[in-house]
């Protein structure tokens, strides 16, 4: 039994490639080479390379004696926060872009809803002198000013998605319409654990490298390499899959996926895929998503923009409908109130994705000697605003 994708891309019965015949020779070039190329020595060394000298890892694992007080047990924070950029979304736009280069892209295009992945890819771009375009809905791009800004800055063209809702899945559209007809020097980079085989499998090996450090940092530290549970949250779910990885068999370690639930689950404004989901096809890959009874997607709704997406990727699909993850949805309200004490206990203001992780102490209790380690998926800047109207700071 394993949690892993197998080697058409398949979690359980999720994932998969359900793709347009024109996107075929894409996925198969990628799906030919990813394994390969990543096992290459000259990958490997470039890679860990950029993530110590650029990205700034390992990140710490940091013992919060404060929160751990407040909750009798003991929790350790995955500082993804402190890498370059604010989050763990680097780590694999620069695998991503080692890729593109080793099978001779010259240009990359994405797709980005908040910014934040828009500004992961931008910046690798930059680092690596490549052209690239974002594709944005063009009501993103009037609420998501400073990313579009910093996306500018680091010298990517932003493309307006102008068609139909003109948010995250148009936007999407756009992109897999120009990669089609670019199919020889693009590479598309995907920002999560979603979309087409081999996509999901090589976004979570890239992020992988947290659950990697986890081991090592912990067995320093507490003797083990494995905590009691490893918590996340969850938006597509790449911070969550890169910090459950090498937990994923080793049943020892409880996982444990923290999913918005908006204003409540059954609002109608919420983005608790797993529970509310149902078996379907979103961004080339068969999940749980949020329809209506006809199968329409059914628009996605949580204070934080990272979280805000109407499927989750089939790894954690599987993980739910097996019984291997336990699910916990967190409102709105409550993952605001834990980013807040999260500040003041630990002098750490986390980003809203985050915030829902550390919520889940008011709903589950854990063992005196229990090891949590919580994936502090990224810093809280972004969201300040935010945080500011929420509390009248
Ligand atoms: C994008 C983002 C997320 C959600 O994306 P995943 O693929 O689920 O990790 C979570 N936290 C932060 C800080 C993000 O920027």
Known sequence: ?????????????????????????????LRQNYLQIMEEPSFIEEFHRLLQDYVGRPTP?????????????????????LCHTGAHKVNNTIGQILMAKRLGKTRIIAETGAGQHGVATATVCALMGIECVVYMGEIDIARQAPNVARMKMLGAEVRPALSGSRTLKDATNEAIRDWINNPVNTHYI???????????????????VISEEIQSQLLE???????????????????????????????????????????????????????????????????????????????????????????VGPMHAHLYTSGRGEFISITDDEAMTAGLMISQLEGIIPAIETSHAFAIFDHRKFEKDDIVVINLSGRGDKDLQTYIDYFKL
């Open 190 to 208: 995907i920002g999560s654990v979603v979309g087409p085989h081999p996509y999901p499998d090589m976004v979570a090996r890239f992020q992988s």
């Open 221 to 311: 530290k507490e003797g083990t390499p494995n905590p009691d549970f490893v918590v996340a949250c969850v938006g597509g779910g790449s911070n969550a899959a890169g910090a459950y990885y090498h937990y994923l068999d080793n049943e020892d370690v409880g996982i444990i996926a923290v999913e918005a639930a908006g204003k409540g689950i059954h609002s109608g404004e919420s983005a608790a895929t797993s529970a509310l989901g149902k078996i379907g096809i979103i961004h080339g890959s068969k999940t749980l998503l949020m329809q209506t009874q006809d199968g329409q997607i059914t628009e996605p709704y949580s204070i934080s923009a990272g979280l805000d997406y109407p499927g």
């Open 61 to 81: 694992l940091y013992f919060a004696q404060r929160l751990s007080d407040k909750y009798k047990t003991k929790i350790y924070l995955k500082r993804e926060d």
């Open 1 to 29: 039994m394993t949690y892993h994708a197998d080697e058409k891309g398949y979690y359980g019965q999720f994932g998969g490639a359900f793709i347009p015949e024109m996107l075929y020779p894409n996925t198969e070039e």
